[in-house]
Structure formats: C-alpha cells, structure tokens
C-alpha cells in the first residue's frame, strides 16, 4: 500500500504558484520523498525528490517539515500544461530497494 | 534526464494471442527495470521487477505465467501477455533505473504502451 495521503484534486490559475501537499506521516529514517506526475495518457515524470532539507530544481520546489510528516510540492508559476495528476512517493533509496509504490494522487488543474 | 522507449505505443489484438511489449533504456544501462498497469482512472500498479540476467520478481496477485518478463540485455526488457483477454485491456509503463551513478537515482519512464484486446 502507498505510504502517502494527497488530496484528490486541486485547482489553480495560470501564472500562481501551486503547492500540492503530501502526508507521510509513518516515513522512516531512511526514506526519501519523490514527486512524480503523469500527464493524461503518458509515462509518469520525474519532478524531485529530496530526503530532509528543501530542495529546489528548474521544475519545483520541494518543503519537507522538519519532522518529515509532511511536504509541499511547489510549482512557483503553474502553466496550463502542468496540468497533470502529481504522486508522492516515499521510497528508501538503495540498489535493491527500488519500488515505486504509486498511490491516487492529486489530478492539479490549471485554468486560464 | 535519461529516456526510456517503449514499442508499440499502442496495440489492439484478438482475445487468445499472445502480445509482446518492448521497454529499451536509450542512453543508458539498466540493471533493473519495472512494469506497471494502468486501467483508467486509476493509479499505476506495478506487476514486476525485472533484473538483467536473472528471473523477474513479481507482485502479489500478478500472474507470471500470464505475464512473461524477459531482460536479457542493460537495455532492454519484454513483457508479453500471453493468451491475452479483454481484461487484460490496458496502459502499461515500463520504467528503467540508471545504477551508474550510485543508490538514489530517479526511475524514468516509458511513454506507455495501450493495449485493447478484443
């Protein structure tokens, strides 16, 4: 079973920023956070991951609390083509720990 | 980031053949790669975990008699539905690992390969 709870759908206009939160209240020590998303009828896309520290890249930004329970993806200027559903995922990182454990999801509409 | 293929990208067949679905890493190697379902509206779920060289490992309630994995080479892995039937009608995603540099690279993914059986 996902180890993560997202609410089912959110909405947000074009050009504001997005934040898409994620409860992992149970994460261990040694697990990470990832944030995919899947654009209707394509492969999911990575986004970023991080473990305990904020992390940011060209696509996101991503805020862990500081007791790991929870995080916010951040999509700092939505466009209408970031409209996807998003999944986090808490994954241990190791050569034979692998699994990416899917669960519902946020489906993130942008409107005009 | 690095790019995984998947062919066909979409494949309609008569209910009782046997379908083979391909996932290649294009610029990289890949020790391990996934297979995931997809029905619509409804999350990934994955089926297996194939390893280069060696017999795939499979979720529970995945039938691997059904669903034949074979990872022969780094860059390559096959999933082919045998018998395949309406049910089986479905999205599958592969998705590849790049082990080059080190425990804590992402999985990227394939676009998908739609399957509808008739």
């Known amino acids: 079973d996902a180890k993560t709870t997202q609410p089912t759908s959110m909405d947000c206009a074009e050009g504001r920023a997005a934040n898409l939160p994620c409860n992992h209240s149970?994460?261990?020590?040694?697990?990470?956070v990832y944030w995919y998303r899947q654009i209707h009828s394509q492969g999911p896309q990575y986004i970023i991951h991080g473990l305990k520290n904020n992390e940011t890249n060209e696509m996101a930004s991503l805020i862990i609390t500081e007791d790991r329970k929870s995080s916010t993806l951040i999509l700092p200027h939505a466009t209408l083509r970031d409209t996807a559903v998003y999944y986090c995922?808490?994954?241990?990182?190791?050569?034979?720990?692998?699994?990416?454990?899917f669960g519902t999801g946020t489906r993130l509409q942008v409107f005009p | 980031g690095a790019v995984v293929s998947q062919h066909p990208s979409r494949v309609i067949c008569k209910s009782g053949t046997s379908v083979k679905i391909e996932c290649r890493s294009l610029?990289?190697?890949?020790?391990?790669m996934f297979w995931y379902r997809q029905f619509p509206k409804q999350s990934l779920m994955l089926m297996a975990t194939s390893n280069e060289g060696s017999k795939a490992t499979y979720e529970q309630g995945v039938e691997k008699d059904k669903f034949l994995i074979n990872h022969a080479s780094l860059t390559l892995s096959t999933l082919t539905v045998t018998s395949a039937h309406p049910e089986d009608s479905s999205f599958y995603i592969c998705?590849?690992?790049?082990?080059?540099?080190?425990?804590?690279?992402?999985?990227?993914f394939g676009p998908g390969t739609r399957l509808t059986v008739l």
């Open positions: 995922i808490v994954r241990v990182a190791g050569y034979n720990t692998d699994k990416l454990i």
């Open positions: 998705s590849a690992r790049d082990h080059s540099g080190g425990a804590y690279n992402e999985q990227f």
């Open positions: 610029d990289f190697q890949a020790t391990t």
């Open positions: 149970t994460i261990s020590g040694n697990e990470y």
